[in-house]
């Protein structure tokens, strides 16, 4: 059976999410980050970059989180998780979801995890007070895509973008990120992801609340 490592609330909410919709069967591992859990030899031997999400599979463990949505979205195709159409559909998706891991994301490390960056508290508090206004700018870009009136981020189809937006959405109500207000259409999206059947699983999963 597959294993999956998580965190509550961390990244690797969006592919628990992901595998739940899938109907995969697995078992869940909860780390917690704060009594350092990712770092302990036991977790590092099955990702050696101690972190989450890590998924152990028959073939082998895949880490990052676009990885294991893909996967997920290509592994179960009766679950209907990516866009209807070819491989480029495919990609475009893969390019939103990679816009969230690697400029969304880090722009939310730079105020949870400020320390990997600087050193003094002032360098540390000047990232941090930039963060609000970097993230306002990033998810214009997320509100220009829903925009056109669509429920899920590539159309009508819901797709493992959607768990995975969910994540960033969620964080924008944690201190210091600078809310959701001037991000309806987040907000919007956000609120239908809370309605579904496995999102509801998943969060009493991990023992965390809608927002
Ligand atoms: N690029 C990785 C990032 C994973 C990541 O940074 N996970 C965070 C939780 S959101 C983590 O495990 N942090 C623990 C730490 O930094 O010690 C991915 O998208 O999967």
Redesign the pocket.
Known sequence: MLKYFY?PN???LGPHIALAEAGAAFEAVRLD?KAGD??KPEYLAVNPK????ALVTQQGTL????VILGWVAQTYPDAHLKPDGDFFAFSEMQTFNLYL?TTV?IAF?HLF?AERWADSEAAKAEMRAKVPSVLAQLFKLIEDRLSDGRSWVCGDRYTVADPYLYVFARWLERDGAGGSAAMPLTRAHRARMQERPAVKKILAAEGIAPV
Do not use: F, K
Request: proline fraction near 5%.
């Open positions: 965190a961390a990244c690797s980050l990712q770092r101690g972190r989450v999400p880490t990052e989180c676009v891991a994301h490390a995890r």
